[in-house]
């Protein structure tokens, strides 16, 4: 079973540039996530998805981050116009089920850097 | 919104050692989970303690929770040089309307097994 793939790795762009993440979450999982690490700091959550719904998108630090997961399968991230303070890792995962105690399964990150 | 701490950030230890790492939080929560990350890797999960429970182990790894005190601990025994990563508590709080399901990370801790 594959597991939570983001693409890509690592993206590199210029303050005010345009950048899409892309998160394909094991299949079968309705519920899929959005984390970010800035500057070694916690990985804090951004939002929320339950198929194609946003759940909970009370960590989205602005409007200059838009979450789609059109379909319910994968999601993307698009940062527009990109900042200097968005540099980071952004990660995504997904898991199944209703339960709290849900494990989440993790990407391996999406290293952003903006110049 | 709740923060987990780590202590200690960094932690050297010499192969077949033990190593202890604690997490605090602050806010009440439903349960507790310790994550890793290898460089460059995804976060990986490794144990969930409830809140009504003081103590879990997985192998060699035994984690501990207090309530009253809003601290966790993670224990790892006879430790590897594969055990080299850094390692995250994360807690799951219900907030008033229960859905809310989104990991709170602490900071990290960043453990060096060496050979």
């Known amino acids: 079973e594959a597991g939570v793939t983001q693409f890509p790795s690592h993206s590199v762009i210029e303050k005010g540039q345009t950048v899409t993440l892309r998160c394909d979450p094991i299949s079968g999982h309705d519920n899929l996530y959005w984390y970010r690490r800035v500057m070694g700091k916690e990985i804090k959550f951004l939002l929320h998805?339950?198929?194609?719904?946003?759940?909970?998108e009370s960590g989205m630090p602005n409007n200059r981050f838009l979450a789609e997961r059109t379909g319910g399968t994968y999601s993307t991230l698009k940062v527009q116009p990109a900042e200097l303070e968005d540099s980071g890792v952004y990660f995504c995962?997904?898991?199944?089920?209703?339960?709290?105690?849900?494990?989440?399964?993790f990407g391996a990150g999406t290293r952003l850097s903006v110049l | 919104s709740q923060q987990g701490e780590e202590d200690p950030q960094a932690l050297s230890i010499q192969e077949g050692e033990n190593a202890t790492m604690n997490c605090s939080y602050k806010t009440s929560i439903n349960n507790l989970q310790w994550y890793r990350q290898n460089s460059g890797r995804g976060l990986v999960h490794l144990i969930l303690i409830r809140s009504n429970e003081r103590e879990k182990h997985s192998g060699r790894l035994r984690v501990t929770l207090d309530t009253s005190k809003k601290s966790s601990s993670l224990l790892i025994t006879a430790s590897r040089a594969a055990d080299t990563a850094s390692y995250f508590c994360?807690?799951?709080?219900?907030?008033?309307?229960?859905?809310?399901?989104?990991?709170?990370f602490g900071s990290g801790t960043q453990l060096t097994v060496l050979p």
């Open positions: 994360a807690t799951v709080f219900l907030g008033g309307s229960g859905s809310a399901r989104q990991l709170t």
């Open positions: 995962a997904s898991s199944q089920g209703i339960s709290h105690e849900h494990i989440q399964y």
């Open positions: 998805f339950v198929k194609e719904s946003k759940q909970d």
